[in-house]
């Protein structure tokens, strides 16, 4: 399914059991689990990417083209989630479930997809990628791969609008002082 060399380290294996994958863009998920999707296809794609040595080649390992390598990634996140995979006969439109479930206990990598390690492993590269790590590494896929957040960048941001709070605030009270201090007059009009 990878189109990968056989010396390539473990990867969640996928079978073929003769039922259908997901085809180009006739997918659906919810979107707690579209949320989790994108997690996991950013870090497998750069944990890929790491892993090929020929960075020399734009040379993408999953596929030729944008929705083949989407087909993979939604295949892959699909199957190894325990997400129900149904295919819709499209001259029938009879329903059917393909790998089901109870059939991929002990083959799927439940505790890779799990939510709480993604996003967990999502912060840390963010936490690294805010550290401009990617300058020591450009050619660091996670980074283009979306937007940074993690808790670092809220907390810092948060300290800045109260930092710039407080600073508006003492010249507010600096300026209440000079004027008891020095009284206020106000300039005469028309003069």
């Known amino acids: 399914m990878y189109s990968l060399p056989n010396n390539m380290p473990a990867l969640p294996p996928m ?37 090929n040595n020929n960075h020399t080649r734009n040379f993408c390992l999953l596929g030729s083209s944008k929705s083949e390598l989407l087909e993979h ?23 059917s479930e393909q790998h089901p479930v109870e059939l991929r206990k002990g083959k799927m990598w439940v505790k890779y997809f799990n939510f709480s390690l993604l996003k967990s492993m999502d912060e840390d590269f ?26 670092g960048i809220l907390d810092r941001e948060r300290e800045d609008r109260y930092r710039k709070k407080m600073n508006k605030l003492k010249r507010n009270q600096q300026k209440q002082l000079t004027r008891e201090k020095h009284g206020y007059k106000q300039k005469a009009l028309g003069i």
């Open 15 to 51: 079978p073929t059991d003769g039922d259908y994958w997901s085809m180009l863009h006739s997918w659906v998920m919810p979107t707690s689990s579209f949320l989790k999707f994108i997690m996991f296809s950013r870090m497998f794609v750069d944990s890929l990417h790491k892993v």
């Open 73 to 95: 990634l939604v295949n892959v996140w699909a199957y190894h989630s325990a997400i129900k995979m149904v295919y819709i006969d499209p001259s029938s439109g009879e329903l």
């Open 126 to 151: 963010a936490e690294e990628a805010d550290d401009d790590l990617p300058t020591k590494d450009p050619k660091w896929l996670w980074p283009q791969t979306g937007q940074v957040h993690w808790q």
